[in-house]
């Protein structure tokens, strides 16, 4: 272990270089990023292993198409402005995409070293062409104004794509936000340590630099009326997925029980961590409980042994079933979560705080449709986990609010809205994406919708005959 | 930024306070809130709306914690750095019914608003105002304006009727047919009074406050349960069936920080005080 408290890296030309990290003795104690980032010379090692191929993979990898070979060989080249502004042109949002993006399965996985020696670690060279030297960026060109107003509600992920997009075309875009911070959740979901807010307050800063219009505070159907909202030329609901779902367990009204959301809004946007120098509190707990298998639940169990407590993850399939990246499980097991894995809650103890989750433990079946065992519970198997905090973090469904006011508008499932392809809704000149229509999912696959949709009301708009409408 | 235009000390520990939020004022419904922040390390809190014309709002509050004491320190000209509103459902209004609203304490802060809105929808409207005593009567003239009849009581008999607001609400009931009651107050009072016009199954609504973080139904903080299911005031309420709510539940998930809020208001009156060390606060 080396004595600057950092993990040892791969080094050498051909094996091209990786983040550093810093040592979970030393991060579990604070919010700061786990991964440290490439130094110059570090990117550009990694960056002369691509082999620049004719039909690159990687960027059909990539949901906003990022020119990655262009941005890669200027890395290596030692051309960092270059990188950044040819990955401005396909995603104005690269420092978040560098650290939250899931590459391995997107351009990484795409990559034609992948099978080879190692893929190129487009992520870490993004996220390095992102962060080098930021201050002196020049701004992004728009076009010329067109005059058409467009509402984008909801200022996460797929917001800010779509009114950066939007703006650049040349419309007037105000983009709605009910909170008191604009990110969604950049901001109130993904934990500091993994992107840093100061991250996204220059990215956003970036996107509002295009002339967006920012109206924060503003629940949109209550604040503005559907009636207000639809004198805009088009819309684009971007309202995600942060309805939080609970398992439907006993128990579970006790105090001390957190969906992930409301934990890690606490923390992340309240930064509850700092009470009472903050207004918010939190509990935080000395034996906590988190249920589920996701990133989310890697990030409540994460940030709750950041707050001093000894942190127990139930998830009811096999370790290898995890549906968190293996980076965030990997992370999570360094800061010593401790995996109880084949087993799923069936009562929260205690009243009125809690005092433990009952659980049983599960045994794998035949494969369902997701490709996963199908977990079954084990008769007599009960045991209980002690615990003073439980944190729910089984998954979100899309935000039912605004979607229960727009008449009209089809509805899936999940209360998803249903769009097509470019993201229209079934209303005319309402478009929407992100997880409000595909149900949680990732910032990427958000951007993404943003982006298509971005093009669709930029057509329509110039067209004149947006689709669908009946006029 | 949102500017304060007026800001009043209305009884003992309750404060009013008018804001320039055109956003909220401009689309609020009675039985609606909103929510503060009132500097950058602020937390957020729901209050009620207690009235909205133009382009203001006012809101009325008891001095509990850190943060409404800082709101009591506001003063016209200061601003609050967040307001968002309006959230949660209005108040369902019936038409050419007989209603009757009662307000207990500072929850009185809700009930022109709502009693107006219900004149205005052909309603009768009967006002039962109740308070500890004389000193904490607020807006007894403004309900009176509000309501066809007002009906004033206090727990110690310093100001009208000597008894609680369930005693006079059951008079109420016994003397003439009701459709619809409102009861809104502290959580307690709602249990006891909203308790009255059960047996008569009189459609009786309570205005839940419970702990919100976002209020916009993202966190699931203020999960009450009503009906035997977990629903969100935020968005749900903050209106429900009286008779239908866990009031219990209510009540011990209100208390869930009280340890931290007694922290965080000792280290407030610290810092206004300017002693070393504030051990004298606890």
Redesign the interface.
């Known amino acids: 272990m080396p004595s600057n408290g950092t993990t040892p890296r791969a080094a050498g030309a051909r094996r091209g270089c990786t983040m550093a990290e810093r040592a979970s003795t030393v991060r579990v104690h604070d919010f700061g990023e786990v991964d440290l980032g490439l130094s110059p010379d570090e990117a550009r090692t990694e960056a002369d292993r691509c082999l620049q191929c004719k039909k690159p993979a990687c960027i059909r990898g990539c949901p906003v198409g990022v020119d990655i070979p262009s941005f890669v060989l200027a890395i290596a080249e030692g051309r960092f402005e270059d990188a950044r502004t040819s990955i401005l042109e396909a995603n104005l949002l690269p420092a978040i995409c560098g650290r939250v993006c899931p590459q391995e399965t997107q351009c990484e996985g795409a990559c034609i070293l992948a099978g080879k020696e190692r893929a190129i670690n487009i992520g870490a060279l993004e996220r390095f062409a992102a962060d080098v030297g930021v201050e002196g960026e020049a701004p992004v060109a728009c076009s010329p104004s067109t005059a058409r107003r467009v509402a984008v509600v909801g200022s996460g992920p797929a917001g800010l794509t779509a009114a950066a997009e939007l703006a650049r075309r040349g419309h007037a875009v105000t983009l709605y936000e009910s909170l008191h911070e604009p990110g969604g959740v950049l901001l109130y979901g993904i934990p500091e340590f993994r992107l840093p807010k100061a991250v996204v307050r220059e990215e956003i800063d970036r996107v509002l630099a295009l002339g967006v219009e920012l109206r924060t505070n503003m629940l949109v159907g209550q604040s503005l009326s559907v009636e207000e909202l639809l004198a805009y030329d088009a819309v684009f609901v971007a309202t995600g997925a942060g309805l939080p779902s609970f398992m439907d367990i006993p128990g579970e009204e006790v105090n001390g029980v957190y969906s992930a959301n409301e934990f890690l809004t606490r923390v992340n946007l309240m930064h509850a961590d700092r009470f009472p120098g903050t207004g918010t509190p939190v509990k935080r707990g000395s034996r906590v409980v988190v249920t589920g298998g996701g990133n989310v639940a890697m990030d409540a169990a994460r940030v709750a042994r950041r707050l001093g407590a000894r942190v127990s993850l139930v998830y009811r399939r096999r370790e290898d079933d995890l549906p968190a990246r293996r980076e965030e499980v990997r992370h999570a097991r360094e800061e010593g979560v401790e995996f109880v894995t084949c087993a799923a809650p069936v009562r929260i103890l205690g009243e009125p705080c809690v005092t433990g989750v009952e659980c049983v433990q599960m045994e794998m079946c035949a494969l369902d449709e997701s490709g996963r065992p199908a977990p079954r519970e084990l008769e007599g198997s009960s045991f209980v986990i002690d615990a003073d905090t439980v944190i729910q973090a089984i998954g979100t469904s899309p935000n039912p609010l605004l979607v229960r006011l727009l008449t009209g508008a089809r509805t899936g499932r999940k209360g998803n809205l249903v769009v097509d392809e470019c993201g229209r809704t079934t209303i005319p000149r309402v478009y929407a994406g992100g997880d409000i229509a595909t149900g949680a999912a990732t910032v990427i696959l958000a951007m993404g919708a943003g982006k298509r949709a971005a093009a669709a009301i930029d057509a329509d708009l110039r067209n004149g005959t947006p689709a669908g409408n009946v006029e | 930024m949102y500017s304060v235009v007026k800001a009043e000390q209305l009884a003992d520990r309750v404060h009013e306070l008018v804001v320039e939020a055109p956003?909220?004022a401009r689309?609020a419904k009675a039985g609606?809130f909103l929510i503060v922040?009132v500097d950058a390390?602020?937390?957020?809190i729901p209050l009620t709306i207690s009235r909205a014309e133009g382009d203001l709002v006012r809101v009325i509050f008891m001095t509990i914690g850190?943060?409404t004491y800082r709101l009591a320190e506001l003063r016209p000209g200061d601003t609050i750095?967040?307001?968002?509103?309006?959230?949660g459902r209005p108040s369902e209004v019936p038409r050419n019914a007989t209603c009757v609203v009662v307000g207990g304490g500072v929850g009185i802060a809700s009930c022109p608003i709502i009693a107006r809105t219900l004149r205005e929808a052909g309603n009768r409207v009967i006002g039962i105002v109740g308070a500890r005593n004389a000193d904490l009567m607020i807006l007894e003239d403004e309900m009176r304006q509000s309501c066809d009849e007002l009906h004033v009581t206090t727990d110690d008999g310093s100001l009208g009727r000597h008894g609680y607001a369930a005693d006079v609400l059951k008079e109420v009931i016994e003397a003439e047919p009701v459709d619809h009651v409102w009861v809104i107050g502290p959580a307690i009072m709602m249990k006891v009074t909203s308790a009255v016009t059960r047996p008569k199954g009189i459609r009786t609504w309570v205005s839940l406050n419970p702990i919100m973080?976002?209020g916009?139904?993202?966190?699931?903080?203020c999960?009450v349960?009503v009906n035997g299911e977990?629903r969100f005031a935020c968005?749900d309420g903050p209106e429900f069936d009286a008779h239908q709510v866990d009031f219990d539940?209510l009540m011990?998930?209100q208390?869930?920080?009280l340890e931290?809020?007694r922290?965080?208001l000792e280290?407030h009156h610290a810092s206004r005080c300017g002693c070393e060390t504030g051990v004298h606060h606890g």
């Open positions: 956003h909220v689309h609606q922040r390390d602020g937390e957020r850190a943060t750095l967040d307001v968002a509103g309006p959230l973080v976002d916009t139904g993202m966190c699931g903080s999960r349960v977990t968005v539940r011990q998930r208390r869930i920080y931290e809020e922290d965080a280290r």
